[in-house]
């Protein structure tokens, strides 16, 4: 879906969560497991754990407060590539299949739920988005040192002067701008998907730049911001910094930066925040329909792309290599049969062609149509002769 009646869809948990280390990210993002479809089903959970096994100690607790574990199906991934095609996955009602000690797929075998049926998601938790970052950061990195091989070798570049070009490679502007596209498309998959979702992130120190003496320096401001992902609260509902008091660490606490669905507000501090808090803004709205966004950043930018190719008459390589191979298949077949020709059929061939005013070297002809003509013209002079 790309439109919608804004007073008929049903309403969705769209939330950030970032925090320091053992500051209750993971145990608020266990709570999905307590929460109610608008059918009043227990939610079914697609886990993706970036964190290595940052949801299995919450599991006996659960189990214990009633939750049926086969509703929680967990993926240990430090891909944002791998979470982009789970989240696809779940957005398109696809099965998952069912995994071995291996680590292979099991033929014609799928995940099912508690009831029986085949595992559908309700809701996203994507536990570590920090960590994406990095490895697509590195992935990056590494790419640009492959980048300065490439042009080092161009170059000419040897020795000590080429292993210091190639080792000190880093990321570039153009980068950073595939990093923050990356970043954005992933949230927008996920807003998109229709289902509920909660992205956990670590936290770090504000910096700005600030003028000194004269100088360009950096300054911590004092305030603590997602570590990772960038641009990735533009496109969320809810975001949450859980934090815990020095004097008080027994206590999670949640600052409310911001909440769209007006369930808390914006600098509001809550004690051992609940995910369950939220529920209510998926029953108020359990009778309208769901719905799916069906494009992302990515099909946006293909979209833009193909108009603009199309407003300037551009052909991709691909497409020009791929006509230019089919017209010289053309030419070469006429050729091969003028060849062949005696000069009386040659003569008969040429006056055919005048009648149709083709009377050219294939060889300066572009038009397939034109070149099928020829062909054709060709094939019937010699079967008549």
């Not at 797929?105 to 595992?119: L, P, S």
């Not at 880093?170 to 509920?196: H, M, P, R, V």
């Not at 359990?286 to 551009?314: I, Q």
Request: charged share 35%; with cysteine.
């Amino acid at each position: 879906m790309r439109a919608r009646n804004a007073s008929k869809v049903q309403s969705k948990i769209n939330m950030v969560v970032y925090g320091a280390p053992f500051s209750g990210k993971s145990t608020l993002c266990s709570q999905f497991a307590y929460m109610k479809t608008p059918e009043g089903k227990p939610f079914r959970v697609l886990y993706l754990d970036a964190e290595t096994s940052s949801i299995e100690d919450y599991l006996p607790e659960l189990e214990k407060n009633g939750v049926k574990l086969d509703n929680i199906y967990i993926c240990y991934t430090q891909s944002l590539e791998e979470c982009k095609q789970y989240i696809e996955m779940a957005k398109n009602k696809e099965p998952f299949p069912v995994i071995d000690e291996n680590g292979e797929e099991v033929d014609g075998e799928y995940v099912k739920d508690a009831d029986g049926e085949i595992f559908h998601p309700d809701a996203i938790v994507l536990d570590g988005a920090s960590i994406l970052s990095t490895t697509m950061k590195q992935g990056i990195v590494d790419f640009s040192k492959k980048r300065a091989s490439v042009k080092a070798d161009k170059q000419g570049i040897i020795g000590d002067e080429r292993f210091v070009k190639v080792a000190s490679a880093g990321i570039e502007l153009k980068d950073y701008q595939t990093i923050n596209f990356k970043s954005q498309d992933l949230i927008l998959l996920l807003a998109g998907c229709g289902l509920n979702y909660v992205v956990t992130c670590r936290e770090k120190e504000e910096v700005q730049n600030k003028l000194v003496n004269g100088e360009i320096v950096s300054v911590h401001t004092g305030k603590k911001i997602i570590d990772g992902l960038k641009n990735i609260d533009y496109n969320t509902k809810t975001i949450l910094w859980l934090h815990r008091d020095d004097d008080d660490y027994e206590t999670v606490k949640a600052t409310v930066v911001k909440d769209r669905t007006g369930v808390h507000t914006a600098g509001e501090v809550l004690e051992d925040p609940s995910l369950l808090d939220w529920q209510e803004i998926i029953t108020k709205t359990a009778k309208n329909k769901k719905y799916a966004v069906e494009n992302t950043l990515s099909d946006a930018v293909k979209k833009e792309k193909e108009m603009f190719e199309k407003e300037n008459n551009f052909e991709d390589d691909s497409k020009k290599s791929s006509k230019s191979t089919e017209l010289d298949e053309l030419r070469s077949k006429i050729l091969q049969l003028k060849k062949s020709m005696n000069p009386v059929v040659d003569n008969k061939y040429k006056t055919e062609l005048k009648k149709v005013s083709l009377n050219k070297n294939p060889k300066n002809i572009d038009d397939k149509e034109a070149l099928e003509k020829m062909l054709k013209i060709a094939e019937d002079i010699i079967k008549a002769k």
